[in-house]
């Protein structure tokens, strides 16, 4: 995984593609100011850090607490679902949960595990449009999934339905997909997968409720299908929870023609470590 300055970044923020279909993604991501304007900016407005506020040293950056209370995930790992192992149990191991239950994509990588500083980040993305956010999941999410990104044809990011896209205006997924596809080189397609079901919010839904609130929700559109025929997809989302969406999501691409479908997101639970 990359080396990340805890106060800082390397480069400057990776900026939203200057031919996005902003509106119809929704993402707004803002263009930079000039060196006299940003230094006029940042005499204004200092930058903080991403998660709790508290001043830092540059732009898009955490502080030195939440950088280091933010676990990230890093081998060894389940090589199909992406959960830690608090052991090295050899290469190519696999979790008990993914050999009871293995899920309908081939592999899943994450950046962190969920906890209070990545649920910061993710709430402050998604709910309070903060869309400078997506510069750091985004970046985190590229280096965790350099595996999969490696073989990788197309990134699809979980789509919105359209009544909770003009809600929120930006697809936060999609977001973080221009992010991992400047990074890593592979197209984004943020068109080819719909969601046609306006489901529930799967936050308080235990497992089984999950799958059945986002069953059938998804379905590669008319004009998507050549994007992901006989293609390598890596489906881009912010968190992996139960794998409810994701794994709905992946059936879908997979009736459309897709060859194979990985799964890449910025944090994913690891159940008895949520907090």
Known sequence: MD?????????????????????????????????????????????????CRR????????????????????????????????????????????????????????????????????????????TEIAALLGRLAAAAGRDILGEADVLVPVPLHRRRLWARRFNQSAAIAFVVGRRSGVRVDPFCLERVKPTRRQVGLDKGARAD?????????????AAVAGRRVVLVDDVLTSGATVAAATRALLKGGAAAVDVLVFARVVFGEES
């Not at 607490?65 to 933010?70: F, K």
């Open 55 to 130: 001043p830092v040293a540059d732009d898009h950056a955490l502080c030195i607490d939440c950088w280091s209370r933010l676990r990230l995930i890093d081998r060894p790992y389940c090589e199909r679902l992406g959960t830690p192992f608090p052991f090295d149990p050899g290469p190519g191991a696999l979790s008990p949960a993914a050999l009871a239950h293995p899920p309908p994509y081939g592999r899943a990588r994450a950046a962190a595990v969920y906890g209070d500083v990545a649920g910061s980040l993710v709430h402050g993305l998604k709910y309070r449009d903060r």
């Open 3 to 51: 080396t990340w300055q805890p106060i800082g970044t390397a480069a400057s923020p990776d900026p939203w593609p200057a031919d996005a279909p902003l509106r119809r993604v929704g993402g707004r991501l803002g263009r930079g100011l000039a060196g006299g304007a940003r230094a006029v900016l940042d005499l204004a407005l200092p930058p903080v850090c991403l998660a």
């Open 213 to 225: 609130n986002v069953r059938g929700a998804f379905r590669v559109s008319p004009g998507g299908r």
